[in-house]
């Protein structure tokens, strides 16, 4: 309220409190006798004065409080968020103007990205009630937007055979595609088929793996399933889940990405991108993966589990992040009860985009021959990074 009127304000307290000044000065002048009448009868009057002149300057202060406001705000040359703006103008304000129709949502779900969103004046409801049938057909919508930003998702982690991508994927625990694809280049060209690396002398692989971090406990895990594929599976990649997660090493995650991207069997890839995403979209509140990949699924076709999960994780790695998203740059904003939860103005936001959303290269080095030709950019050779 202070910045609607400063100077009507200032001018009402002061003589407010001249006013209360000189009553409390009128009862002390009482008690003193008959000298101080004249000046308490001439105080009585200015603080009728007053008091009379007090609404009237209230009226005019409201009356100029929106253009102070606006130049307030430009002077400061900050975005103030259209939400803290929203709670605090003052109901004087409204019954002097009406107030701006609100806009909730950007028009169309679909924004070009690099481009802003369009700014937002208050956050959206998040979606009490809604009903099985809306959520479905929200979050199929979220999947399509999805599929339209990342025509191109794939898996991120550089592969040629099952086997490569079984071991990659376990490579990847707590560290990034990119840095698994940096070093399993190494490990293929020396170790090539289960039965090598089954045969490894545990300390070279150590070295090699180093890099992605956990290197000991991933040198187990990585030996560890290529024994048993010798010893189970005739040194074969197993093609079911109840077989794969039989594996060291290997849990329901491992065992979709594989069977989803080199199996061709249909699979929903729960890892942390995914759990942060469907709980920020509230497609469920499940917090035990299994339990969120089976309530994920149940609202999707089975044939859409494998695409839908790499545009989740996508989403996830270039804009939704864990610590800032980037909502002011998310072409989904307007079917998310989570906008706001990030960055919502559009300059700050798009900084935060990465990989190639952000002008960067990708995470693949030798990416499918779809990414290269929508316009992804792979990431640089081994040897021409630090
Ligand atoms: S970036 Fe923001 S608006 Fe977009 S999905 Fe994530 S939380 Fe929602």
Not at 77 to 101: D, L, M, N, Q
Not at 341 to 369: I, N, V
């Amino acid at each position: 309220m202070g910045e609607h009127e400063p100077d009507g304000g200032r001018k009402v307290a002061e003589a407010a409190k001249g006013a209360s000044g000189r009553k409390s000065g009128k009862t002390a002048s009482a008690g003193a006798g008959g000298a101080g009448s004249a000046k308490k009868t001439a105080s009585a009057r200015k603080a009728a004065a007053a008091k009379k002149a007090a609404p009237a300057k209230k009226a005019a202060a409201a009356k100029k409080a929106p253009g102070r406001t606006a130049a307030a705000k430009k002077t400061n040359g900050k975005t103030t968020s259209a939400k803290k703006t929203t709670t605090k103008k003052a109901a004087p304000i409204s019954k002097a103007r009406p107030p701006k129709k609100v806009t909730i949502a950007p028009p169309k779900a679909t924004v070009a990205l690099g481009e802003a969103a369009p700014a937002r004046t208050v956050a959206p409801e998040p979606p009490k009630g809604e009903s099985r049938t809306a959520l479905v057909r929200r979050a199929r919508r979220i999947n399509r937007e999805l599929a339209e930003v990342f025509p191109y998702a794939h898996p991120e982690l550089d592969f040629e055979n099952p086997f490569q991508l079984l071991v990659a994927t376990v490579l990847s625990a707590q560290t990034t595609d990119l840095r698994v694809n940096q070093t399993t280049p190494a490990l293929f060209a020396k170790y090539p088929t289960p039965e090598d690396l089954a045969a490894a002398n545990p300390e070279e692989v150590e070295e090699i793996l180093r890099p992605t971090g956990f290197f000991r406990a991933k040198t187990k895990s990585v030996m560890g399933l290529s024994k048993a594929l010798v010893e189970e599976f005739g040194g074969q990649v197993p093609g079911r889940l109840d077989d794969l997660v039989k594996l060291p090493g290997v849990g329901r995650k491992t065992a979709f990405v594989v069977l989803g991207n080199a199996f061709g069997h249909p699979g929903i890839t729960v890892d942390t991108h995914f759990q942060r995403l469907v709980r920020r979209w509230r497609w469920t509140e499940e917090t035990d993966p299994d339990k969120i990949e089976a309530a994920v699924g149940a609202l999707f076709p089975k044939s859409d589990w494998t695409d839908l999960s790499h545009h989740v994780i996508w989403h996830g790695r270039r804009i939704c992040h864990a610590r800032k998203p980037a909502c002011g740059a998310c072409p989904i904003a307007p079917l998310c009860p989570a906008y706001g939860e990030g960055e919502t103005d559009p300059e700050k936001a798009k900084k935060l985009l990465k990989y190639e959303k952000g002008g960067f290269p990708g995470q693949r080095l030798k990416p499918p021959q779809a990414y290269l030709e929508a316009g992804g950019k792979p990431a640089p050779p081994l040897g021409a990074t630090g």
